[in-house]
């Protein structure tokens, strides 16, 4: 049964990745928490782990052959993204879970708010 809603929560955040450009922590980690009962702790860094291999592969091609990707700014941004992820995963090793899961709620929040006013 965990495999199965593994296997669901990785598709739904594929898809939805794939789709409208977001997927891993907007999407699988709320999952990962509420379906398979992870800490938030757990959930973002499986959400991290499960995005790995996958996000550099079948979903940009996609986007790429299309030519809608830039290669100088996504390589640049990766690099910062690289420094950023390191320092972001170690600063929330010292934070709360429920302080954690508040913060991610206020962030997903304020996305919705301006997605709305745009």
């Not at 800490?39 to 991290?48: I, K, M, N, R, V």
């Not at 700014?73 to 990766?78: E, K, M, N």
């Amino acid at each position: 049964m965990r495999a199965a809603l593994s296997i669901a929560i990785g598709l739904t955040g594929g898809t939805l990745g794939g789709l409208v450009g977001l997927g891993g922590g907007f999407v699988m980690v709320p999952l990962l928490v509420y379906l398979l009962g992870m800490s938030q702790h757990a959930a973002q860094g499986t959400s991290l782990a499960i995005l790995l291999p996958p996000a550099g592969l079948l979903a940009v091609l996609q986007y790429y052959r299309a030519g809608h990707v830039d290669l100088q700014v996504a390589l640049f941004a990766a690099l910062g993204f690289l420094v950023g992820g390191y320092f972001g995963g170690s600063i929330a090793q010292y934070i709360g879970g429920r302080t954690l899961r508040r913060l991610f709620a206020a962030l997903l929040v304020l996305v919705a708010i301006d997605l709305f006013r745009q």
